[in-house]
């Protein structure tokens, strides 16, 4: 049985379709920009897992990637923070595994948990039409993912509460330990902003899909006071490891 899933989601000129009987779910576009998604899609998988793609196709007017369905659960992206930090959890224990140990690397470009499949042994990052191989800090998508947990749920007003930062905090220093940097990590809202703005990779992401991209979707206002208490809460926790090391020293 063949069924659309889904038609030019936020704008991509995609189809997307799922034939159960045979375990596939197949992506069609007939759009010059569907199209270089497609292309984007199957460099994605190319970098990241080979074994999905069953097949493909491109011309200059059509493109059909067929895709083997992973099996496993969905977790929606609208659930509260503290319900799925768990999922957060084995989301970074998969990136630090398989994303290159590097100071810059390629990215998935939308790692939100709308696009992450769980099973009982590992999570699965999909829907890769947003790939570039333009060099990001490490951590770029781990992080995104991260903040899109922590927002998403939210009304657009609705700020976190003093539980979700502390849990937040503690994942984000797990991807501290692993090699995230300050720079992309202190006032993150006003970085991921900067860089869709600037770089020429994410320029028809913002044309064709303008509230794709969640972080430039809030007012200045609430990504200051976002911002802020990510950053302030960065440097205590630094200062405190400053000071046992001083006190250690001192012993």
């Known amino acids: 049985m063949i069924r ?28 010059p920009s569907g199209i270089e998604r497609l292309q984007k899609e199957k460099a994605g998988w190319d970098w990241y897992r080979k074994d999905v793609l069953a097949y493909e196709y491109f011309s200059n007017t059509y493109a059909r990637l067929d895709l083997n369905k992973i099996a496993g659960q969905k977790i929606l992206y609208t659930k509260p923070f503290l319900k799925t930090a768990p999922v957060l959890e084995r989301c970074l224990a998969h990136y630090i595994e398989r994303w290159p140990k590097e100071q810059n690397v390629p990215v998935h470009g939308d790692l939100t948990l709308d696009n992450v499949i769980i099973d009982d042994e590992d999570a699965h990052f999909i829907d890769w039409e947003h790939f570039s191989m333009e060099l990001h800090p490490w951590g770029f998508d781990a992080l995104y993912l991260l903040l899109s947990a922590l927002l998403l749920p939210l009304k657009k007003d609705q700020l976190p509460s003093k539980e979700d930062y502390t849990k937040f905090m503690e994942l984000l220093f797990t991807l501290f330990d692993h090699g995230l940097s300050a720079e992309l990590a202190e006032y993150p809202l006003s970085k991921y902003r900067e860089i869709f703005q600037t770089r020429s990779c994410w320029a028809d992401i913002i044309k064709c899909s303008p509230n794709k991209l969640f972080p430039t979707q809030y007012d200045e ?3 200051d006071i976002v911002d802020d208490q990510i950053t302030r809460r960065i440097r205590h926790k630094r200062y405190d490891e400053y000071k046992k090391t001083v006190q250690k020293k001192a012993a």
């Open 4 to 31: 659309l899933l889904r038609s030019s989601s936020h704008g991509n000129a995609i189809s997307v379709f799922e034939d159960s009987g045979r375990g596939l779910i197949s992506k069609c576009s007939e759009s």
């Open 221 to 223: 206002l609430y990504v």
